[in-house]
Nanobody, 114 residues
Framework: QVQLVESGGGLVQPGGSLRLSCAAS????????MSWYRQAPGKERELVAR????????IYADSVKGRFAISRDNAKNTVYLQMNSLKPEDTAVYYC???????WGQGIQVTVSS
């Protein structure tokens, strides 16, 4: 069955960087658009970034444009989210998502704090 496993989260100071990874299994990653979402305490889950099946097209939430970069390695069945210049308002649980299979990862905590 479809499985998405996030890793790479943690605690980082403002201005720091983290790279999240999403390891996919149970389906052929190269055939699917992939997304990263996040949910902060008391807020709705929101789209952070999305990448087309070949990696040639990407979209970003306005709040992360110029700071975050989504990428994928279909040969490694992995999607990445490089997060730079992190701010306290980036603190959230981050989720990997494959829409056509309507499947979510378990989520990983990212905390930006001094």
């Amino acid at each position: 069955q479809v499985q998405l496993v996030e890793s790479g989260g943690g605690l980082v100071q403002p201005g720091g960087s983290l790279r999240l990874s999403c390891a996919a299994s149970g389906f052929t990653l190269s055939q699917y658009v992939m997304s990263w979402y996040r949910q902060a305490p008391g807020k709705e889950r929101e789209l952070v970034a999305r990448i087309g099946s070949t990696g040639s097209t990407t979209i970003y939430a306005d709040s992360v444009k110029g700071r975050f970069a989504i990428s994928r390695d279909n040969a490694k069945n992995t999607v990445y989210l490089q997060m730079n210049s992190l701010k306290p308002e980036d603190t959230a649980v981050y989720y990997c998502y494959v829409g056509r299979r309507n499947s979510w990862g378990q989520g990983i905590q990212v905390t930006v704090s001094s």
